[in-house]
């Protein structure tokens, strides 16, 4: 039955895309793990040396295709006949999976063949306990009897307790033939097999050891993926470190600070015992506007770190890998899961009875095939949570394969639902008018779906960086309460871009950034300007006062300062906010600036034409703003404070 299953699913034409839809074909953050019980039976005495001239570097299509030729063949032939196509594990002619959108082409890395002789060196020799201290573990949970028949088959005296026994073993392991055999009795004959996760627990790579792991391994993996992650996380960080970049010498895949998070000094690492050091990596939730050379798509930054997972961070010996901890990093802490590969290998321990009785080849094909479909339920899942807010029909995947909503080209019926300028019509008039139009009946019932009292208040809604998301709640607030800052500031965040799309230099600060100039914090503002502030066309300063928003509009090339204050028609919030404002305005890549807080600008909300036009307590001028900028983008239309104020068509 099981090989009429893999003959079947060899006649399949999957993809084995392994990609995840929210992260794309290259994610930036990655969890990495072995799972030590898988393993097939495979004598490596048996194993033939590699060529003098293999170099590491493998086919991964022509050998998978070799497996798959393997048990297509199997399916056909009589009991008994030899299979002609049969694959034997060798160090020259075996390959991880790597997705082929994530690979950097059909050759790939498979370096095992250097655990049996290459010298290592001092660098990396240093970091290698790890390995035999994993081992050591596992010798532990054996029953005694099993670590005495051990000692035995080693030539050990089996006499005395069981840590007696373990210690002698121990001795033993540092011998590297030694090592090898008392692993194969205690983890089988291959090397289990490692996978690469992207956050969302979705597989990226995959590799079928021959020999016992380590950070080799791994490397394999990476340097034979077409963009390196900004962040790898590793129960053994320090040693993957250490063993890519002695392999990359001339451009280190880790850096800077070979990994860490900052330069190794005693101050940073006193700092961070201290929980006083925290590394912000904002790249993680936006990408850089400014991208470095040699970057990942995703984030627009060069930089690769190699951290510990939060289970495995404090069994390093070294004081310095306290800079590798992910809790440094508050893009990261709280929402990462570093032990997403654990819960797979779980998931999948029910299938070692099985998959372990498999030949090497079988084993490889079986283990391929079923994450693929684990794979492919995880996206189904992420895919299915999605459509429950927009049309299926509107989904794809961008270039980065990540999955994103289609623009919809009008239909013939949208167009003539919008109102056209008579010669009676101004400008502004049809503005008024254009804004007057109903939603769409899909609008409509995206509105009615997310604004609906009924469900759910914390059903995540919108995702817009990796573990943020949108609440319907968020989205209430919008509607019915008091703005809530998350959403407010994401609403800049695409005004900003829809900005850029015009031509037009838009920086937003934001909302939680500036309540931080105000007593009792004191933090300087110039401290956050950035330096090219000077060429901006438009800076948007949200602030919030007790019962509204308010917003300060700085336009540094025509010198203007605008004051919008929708409850207040003679002064603006708070006058510390309105110094504040103004001593910004003085910075020297300002120089002079020209205030303005006329009617027509203090006025602004008179603009907006809503069926409920009047002000509530709490309900101020920035939740107006982002209301009617949302349905400014549903409409796909211009209200006219886009074009008076901020110059935007």
Known sequence: MLHAYMHFEA???????YSCYKCGYYPPVVIMDLHRKGVFNMPTSEMETPPADFDGRVNIKDFYDSVTSQIICTGLLTSGRKNPFLVLPSYHNWAPWIGPKCRDGDIVFNTEHEKLHAPRQAAEMSDLQMTEERLQDALINLRVDMVRKLCKQCGI??????????????EEMKNRSSYDKIFEKVWGASGGWAVVMCPCAVVYSIKFNLRAESPRDYADILLSWKHFPNIAIY???????????????????????????????????????????????PWLKSKKKDADTNCHPLTGSSEHYTLYDVFHEKNTKDPRDILRRIALVPELAGWVNSQCAEQLFADMRKNNYFLNTLTPSEHIFMMRNKLHHYNTQCNNKTEESIKKVVSEDVLQLDHNGQIVMAAQPPTEADVTTQPCLTPNQTSDQLNRRIWAVN???????????????NKDPYEDILSYSPGRTLTRCDFWSLAFEEVEAQIADQCFQVITALGASQGKDVHTFSIYLVVTWLPPFHNDPLAALPDN????????????????????????KSKEILFLDSMNSVDFGLGSYRDIFRFCSHYKAFRSF???SSRSFLLLHGLFQFEHEKQTPGVGYISMFCFSYVNMMKLQSTHPLFENCFGIT
């Open 11 to 17: 006649l399949t034409a999957h993809s084995y895309s």
């Open 157 to 170: 005296d089996s006499k005395g307790s069981k840590m007696d026994l373990i210690l002698r073993l121990r």
């Open 235 to 281: 129960d053994f960080a320090r040693g993957l470190a250490t063993h890519t970049n002695l392999r990359e010498p001339e451009n280190l895949p880790f850096s800077p600070h070979e990994g860490r998070l900052a330069e190794a000094s005693n101050d940073n690492v006193k700092s961070a015992a201290e929980g006083k050091l925290k590394v912000h990596l």
């Open 439 to 453: 939603p769409l009946p899909a609008q409509q019932k995206l509105l009615a779906y997310v604004l609906d009292k």
């Open 533 to 556: 502030i000077g060429t901006k066309d438009i800076i948007l300063l949200p602030s919030w006062e007790s019962g509204h928003w308010i917003l300060c509009v700085l336009k540094p």
């Open 594 to 596: 020209q205030s303005n």
